[in-house]
């Protein structure tokens, strides 16, 4: 949450802000700032979009090589002027911008008070900014200690870019908990939550690590820990094109990212499946593959979509392999002190890679004794690097906030290693298992031809657009669809949708249901098909308006629902792969058709790095 981005070099800063906090403002949108060095300093800051910034700076100033930038999702106060970043400390002397959350700020602002320090915001960085002033003037140390010694005091997570106005040439750029990446360049140097805003410029990158502090000039890079020892700068390529973070022809991203999927699932497989379509190879995981085996349970943490990804893991590794498996919020898991015990595997899912829950989850179950293993998206993220092992998605950067090609991405995963799982454990036959793998192959295909009915399903949302509630139902595999649906419905229309289990409609649900609901029913061809067509007749019977998800050629259901929505037939197992793609149509038309932002939804964020 929230987006930083800063430059230092000989270029404009300018643009190169701007256009980097327009990548970022999938971490929020709240409001956005930029300050800018050049002979004097310049800081500009509204509510509202990085374009609402860019009118703000309108003729006016915007000169200098060396600035930084900010897009926010609120935390401490609410979106206004006032609380956008960057901050300057009281008597001028810094200007910071920052990701995370200050969480002993209240504390520390009563003592700054008490020293004559105002406030001129409600946020937790007003008070660092003047916590590292307070200490620059009082103990009169420089810039860069004022600042070590400053991040000493404070608890919580914080990624942090600062510049002294004693010292143009300078910034300063701190981490613990909320990511932070430099770009390496010819005598210049980047910052960036995630490298998307860096690419353009170079391809060389620095992951900050918890509690490091880097000093930045033209062409000088010190990095160091809070405690002041000397760190060796990582130097890493990173493998991302500009044609990956680019909306192409597609109206928003969300939509370039459910026709990506066939691309999607594909770059997951490569390299894991071999050629003749017979074998699973998962070398990420390939050390911790004997002790999955041996694992007595598997508890799988998450958030969002990436817990329902989950969802449908737990039913995959049931099934294959027999292994019992616990899915958790990770957010409930970290403060309910859970039973880990030595022989349990935790699979951690996420996207981002940063979600704060998430991060915690896996540290707490580190410590106490557990194999950790990470399902992730971004490559260099927190999260694969507290993990023991893991198996990256490679779904490519997703930028609508909400997610769809991660959440296929991350199923196929799971449905990978749940059958390398069962063949490893001796569960599947070589006959089976071949067939397996040779129908997960056969789904990018598959979803090519979903992807065909994008016009007739946009006639569908345009039935419901007006909608005030909606109903998910699905059974077995397909109930952590109905999830994911109903939750994408929310997320972009702001229609009030529940996903719930198709046989649990009747204890609570069914009352719900008349004529003005819509119910969007995944019913293909599986071992509780005729349990869901009794459902579906139950709804029909009180009036509601049945959408159906079924396999091709179904005829029962189409004599009974409103309207149907076609997908290939596939082993049940496989089937949140093609399910969810109407799914993710209907709430993008719906979201289209009521004018809503779809790619970046009110009061949400992509990626996470608050509690
Ligand atoms: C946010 C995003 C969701 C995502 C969830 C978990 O809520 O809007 O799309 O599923 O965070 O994020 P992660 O990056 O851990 O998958």
């Known amino acids: 949450m929230c987006g930083i981005v800063a430059y230092v070099g000989d270029r404009t800063a300018y643009p190169i802000i701007i256009k980097g906090l327009q990548r970022l403002e999938y971490r929020g949108y709240d409001s956005a700032g930029i300050a800018l060095v050049n002979k004097g300093i310049h800081v500009y800051k509204c509510k509202g979009k990085v374009k609402d910034l860019e009118m703000h700076t309108n003729g006016k100033p915007i000169t200098g090589s060396i600035g930084m930038g900010h897009t926010r999702w609120?935390?401490?106060?609410?979106?206004?002027?006032?609380?956008?970043?960057?901050?300057?400390s009281q008597n001028g002397k810094f200007i910071v911008?920052?990701?995370?959350?200050?969480?002993?700020?209240s504390h520390l602002k009563k003592e700054l008070m008490s020293r004559g320090y105002d406030f001129q915001s409600e946020t937790d960085t007003e008070v660092l900014a003047n916590l590292i002033e307070n200490i620059y003037l009082e103990e009169k140390v420089d810039a860069e200690l004022a600042v070590r010694?400053?991040?000493?005091?404070?608890?919580?997570?914080?990624?942090l870019v600062i510049s002294c106005t004693d010292n143009h040439d300078q910034l300063i750029a701190a981490r613990k908990g909320s990511p932070l990446v430099i770009g390496v360049g010819e005598k210049e140097y980047f910052l960036a939550s995630d490298a998307t805003p860096i690419i353009e410029y170079t391809d060389q990158v620095i992951y900050m690590n918890d509690e490091e502090v880097a000093i930045l000039s033209r062409g000088d890079l010190t990095l160091k820990n809070i405690q002041n020892d000397a760190k060796k700068p990582k130097i890493?390529?990173?493998n991302l094109s500009i044609e990956e973070i680019d909306k192409g022809n597609f109206d928003h991203f969300m939509l370039k990212e459910i026709y990506e999927q066939p691309i999607s699932i594909e770059d997951t497989f490569r390299g894991r499946i071999s050629m003749d379509r017979s074998k699973i190879f998962l070398g990420g995981i390939i050390e911790a593959l004997p002790k999955l085996a041996e694992a007595k349970r598997i508890i799988i943490i998450a958030c969002g979509t990436s817990w329902h990804a989950g969802m449908v893991g737990e039913y995959l590794f049931e099934e294959f392999a027999r292994t019992p498996v616990e899915v958790e919020y990770a957010s409930e898991f970290r403060y309910r002190n859970p039973v880990i015990n030595k022989d349990d595997v935790v699979i951690a899912i996420s996207q981002s890679g940063e979600t704060a829950d998430t991060l915690a989850a896996i540290k707490m179950a580190k410590?106490?004794?557990?194999?950790?293993l990470g399902i992730c998206n971004v490559a260099g993220s927190s999260i694969p690097r507290e993990t023991h092992a893991g198996v990256y998605t490679h779904a490519g950067p997703e930028i609508g906030v909400a997610s769809t090609k991660a959440f296929t991405s991350q199923v196929t995963v799971l449905t990978m290693m749940a059958f390398l799982l069962g063949k490893t454990k001796g569960l599947i036959n070589e006959t089976d298992y071949k067939k397996l793998v040779q129908e997960l192959t056969d789904i990018p295909d598959k979803i090519g031809t979903i992807l065909k009915s994008e016009s007739e399903i946009e006639k569908i949302a345009q039935t419901y657009q007006h909608a005030n509630n909606a109903l998910y139902l699905g059974r077995g595999y397909l109930f952590p669809v109905a999830l994911e649906g109903a939750l994408k419905l929310k997320e972009i229309s702001y229609i009030h949708?529940?996903?719930?289990p198709a046989a649990e409609m009747k204890h609570g649900p069914i009352a719900l249901i008349d004529e003005n609901m819509p119910v969007f029913v995944i019913a293909t061809k599986d071992k509780s098909y005729e349990k869901i067509v009794s459902n579906i007749q139950e709804v029909k019977a009180r009036n509601g308006k049945v959408i159906a998800i079924v396999t091709k050629g179904d005829s029962v259901i189409k004599n009974m629902a409103d309207h149907v929505i076609e997908v290939p037939d596939c082993h049940e197992a496989l089937a949140p792969l093609l399910t969810v793609i109407p799914l993710q149509f209907i709430s993008y038309h719906i979201a289209v058709l009521r004018g809503c932002d779809v790619d970046q939804p009110r009061n949400l964020a992509k990626s996470v790095t608050v509690e």
Not at 74 to 88: C, Q, R
């Open 236 to 238: 890493q390529k990173i």
């Open 74 to 88: 609120a935390t401490h106060g609410e979106p206004s002027d006032n609380n956008a970043h960057p901050h300057v």
């Open 497 to 500: 949708a529940e996903g719930y």
């Open 149 to 159: 010694l400053a991040l000493t005091k404070v608890i919580g997570a914080y990624g």
């Open 97 to 105: 911008v920052h990701n995370g959350i200050i969480e002993n700020y």
């Open 367 to 372: 410590e106490q004794g557990a194999t950790i």
